[in-house]
């Protein structure tokens, strides 16, 4: 009998061990931590062609036009219309604000491409995935009181993207340390291209400054633009007497700055007229 014994207590060990490693697994009791405390893998938004957070939480899907609260803030003015190439604050808020909560979200085109790109805000937000980008909450970020609003910056794709749609999902957690009876809340949210016609330059301050270097003997001017336009350029002298002409050529949006060599330049005061899209902007220059 005693040689029996030891093989069988042997056996009930190994199993009693194998046991302890499911449940840790399984992340359920011994107080582990819930699953995706901060953030989930990329893919889990119910975007066209991906899952949603219903794959790590049994909880069930539902529609949450009214829970999740998402905004797109031109500083402090919500927009319905983005102008390409700008950048724009993100907030959402999910309305019940439950004890814990999470969330995704990514923004993409009407060919289900990344339509922008996200930056995360430290501590409240974390951008991950390779081609497209997520935004998720963080293990910082996950109570109602720690992070009542999330908030991230979207830079809005090029020109001609047409309407960008959010996606999101997000997680009104039970808190009970385990991934059951949680309720995943899946919206989308849809912003226009601003058309030409809404974006007139002469509406916006360009910030043109014109000054003269010294030390390379140039009039360097910067200025910015709030969509790709056409830019020319033309300088001239006291008299009128036009001393320098660059010819058109395609602007970006943002910060824009051209160096013009000037050896030929005389000391005296000179008017630096810049032309976007036909429509002017001055600024004086002097040349000691």
Not at 89 to 117: E, Y
Not at 191 to 200: G, L, N, R, T, V
């Amino acid at each position: 009998m005693k040689k029996i014994i030891l093989p069988v207590l042997f056996i009930a060990i190994s199993i009693a061990v194998l046991a302890l490693r499911n449940h840790s697994n399984l992340n359920i009791g011994l107080g582990m931590s819930p699953h995706n405390s901060g953030g989930s893998t990329p893919g889990k938004t119910g975007a066209p062609g991906e899952q949603n957070c219903t794959q790590c939480h049994s909880g069930s899907a539902q529609d949450g036009t009214l829970e999740n609260k998402l905004m797109v803030m031109d500083d402090t003015t919500p927009i319905t219309n983005y102008v390409p190439g700008q950048q724009y604050t993100v907030t959402l808020q999910m309305t019940s604000n439950p004890a814990k909560k999470g969330f995704q979200a990514t923004a993409l085109t009407g060919t289900t491409a990344m339509a922008g790109t996200f930056t995360g805000q430290s501590g409240n937000t974390n951008i991950n995935g390779t081609i497209k980008k997520y935004a998720n909450h963080t293990s910082t970020s996950n109570t109602s009181t720690s992070a009542p609003i999330w908030t991230w910056t979207w830079t809005a794709p090029e020109a001609g993207t047409g309407n960008v749609t959010f996606y999101v999902a997000s997680n009104k957690s039970n808190n009970n340390g385990m991934t059951s009876g949680d309720q995943i809340y899946l919206s989308q949210h849809i912003f226009s291209e601003a058309s030409s016609a809404e974006i007139d330059e002469s509406s916006f301050d360009h910030h043109l400054v014109a000054t003269w270097n010294g030390y390379t003997n140039s009039v360097n001017t910067t200025f910015h633009l709030e969509k790709n336009a056409f830019i020319s350029l033309n300088i001239v002298d006291a008299t009128g007497k036009s001393v320098y002409n660059k010819s058109a050529f395609k602007g970006s949006v943002g910060k824009n700055a051209i160096e013009i060599p000037s050896p030929g330049f005389s000391s005296g005061m000179y008017i630096v007229n810049l032309f976007i899209d036909n429509k002017p902007l001055s600024k004086k220059v002097i040349i000691p």
